[in-house]
Every structure is written in C-alpha cells, then in structure tokens.
C-alpha cells in the first residue's frame, strides 16, 4: 500500500498561484490512479482532478478546468496539482489519493490552501 504526504498549501490572493505536491512511497507507484480531491468547512469532499498511472491520461473537475493542472513524475513517486488563477471558493484542505482498482487506496493527511477576496 502506497502512503502519501501533500505540500505546497498556503494563503493567496485571489487571481495568485499555488503548486500542490503529494509525494508517495512504495516502489508500484505509476501503476495507481493518483487524484486530488478537497473539502471546503461544512462541506463534502469533492473531486478535483486525476490522471492515470501509464499514459497521464488527465481529467477535471468543470470548477477547476482551464485554470488547474495536474501532472505526475512517476521516477520520483510525485504527482503535482499546479492551481493558477486562485479564486476564494477554491479554498479548502487539499488532499492526494491513490486507486489501484475501484476503491481509494490511501489518502493523504491533508493540505491547507486559503485564498482571499
């Protein structure tokens, strides 16, 4: 089972940028789905973006698309979420999970991002 560690959280403006970094042990991380998913106070997590383990291939959440990138460097057991032009509700604790099959492997402990208005 792969373990995860998120980096990168903080606070900025609205309209700044922010690159989320979720580093993974275990020696089969290219062949899990890596996501990022977030939950914002008194809400449920939601989805925010994946890509696949072989080809990258990428998919996004419709909130996010055009504005956040994901991307995954599996000789260094890394998938990234680079956030640009931050707006308020993307305010949230981002978290990194693994899926190897239908369900989530493991999940990260979290990263705070925080945007003002």
């Known amino acids: 089972q792969v373990q995860l560690a998120e980096s990168g959280g903080g606070s900025v403006q609205a309209g700044g940028s922010l690159r989320l970094t979720c580093a993974a042990s275990g020696r089969t991380f290219s062949m899990y789905y890596m996501s990022w998913f977030r939950q914002a106070p008194g809400k449920e997590r939601e989805f925010v973006a994946r890509?696949?383990?072989?080809?990258?291939?990428?998919y996004y959440a419709d909130s996010v698309k055009g504005r956040f990138t994901i991307s995954r460097d599996n000789t260094k057991n890394t998938v990234y979420l680079q956030m640009n032009n931050l707006k308020p509700e993307d305010t949230a604790v981002y978290y990194c999970g693994a899926r190897s099959g239908a369900k989530y492997d493991s999940w990260g402990q979290g990263t705070q991002v925080t945007v003002s208005s």
């Open positions: 890509i696949s383990g072989s080809d990258e291939t990428t």
